[in-house]
């Protein structure tokens, strides 16, 4: 056999580089096709949505009220917010059927008391009003997003009532 023509023959590069590259790109698509048949892909779409909610505060002689009113932004499903407080507070869509205090919570759905339906949609205009039998000053307030497979939360707006 000759050396020289040995080391000069290239006869099985472009094969042998032609393999090479297969391998890579079955690889990567098995790689895709196995992070979505996995479901590992399907936390991507799960992002909060943009809404901006405004807080007026009526300072009551015997209860405070706080109307929480969707300003701008994404509509949302009412079954994924929740109104949490640093005061146990009752929720309404309606000021008059706000209670005497007796189904308060520090953290209630949009959908609970009947403020909302398990299938409305809350959106640009929609109003909630919070109040309690007492004193809100100083309060803290936040509308909170939960995704559908409530492994993400996200704050949407927050604001504490003034003292007065």
């Known amino acids: 056999m000759k050396l020289k023509q040995l080391i000069t023959d290239d006869n099985a590069v472009s094969p042998v580089i032609g393999v090479i590259l297969m ?16 479901n ?3 936390n991507l779409s799960q992002t909060s ?9 009526e300072n ?3 209860n405070d009220n706080v109307t929480i009113t969707h300003e701008t932004g994404d509509s949302i499903a009412a079954d994924r917010l929740n109104l949490t407080s640093s005061a146990e507070v009752d929720i309404a869509t309606d000021k008059s059927d ?7 919570a520090t953290s209630r759905s949009f959908v609970d008391s009947d403020a909302y ?4 949609t809350v959106s640009a205009g929609s109003t909630l009003y919070a109040g309690n ?5 100083g309060e803290d307030f936040r509308v909170v997003w939960t995704s559908e497979n409530e492994e993400t939360s996200a704050t949407l707006s927050e604001w504490t009532a003034p003292d007065n």
Request: no cysteine; aromatic share 8%; proline share 2%.
């Open 23 to 38: 391998v890579a790109i079955t690889v990567i698509l098995a790689a895709v096709i196995g992070t979505f048949v996995l």
């Open 40 to 42: 590992l892909g399907g």
């Open 49 to 57: 949505p943009q809404a901006s909610f405004g807080f007026d505060f």
């Open 60 to 62: 009551g002689d015997t």
């Open 98 to 104: 706000l209670g005497n205090g007796s189904d308060k």
């Open 117 to 120: 339906g398990a299938d409305d």
């Open 133 to 137: 039998a007492g004193d809100l000053d």
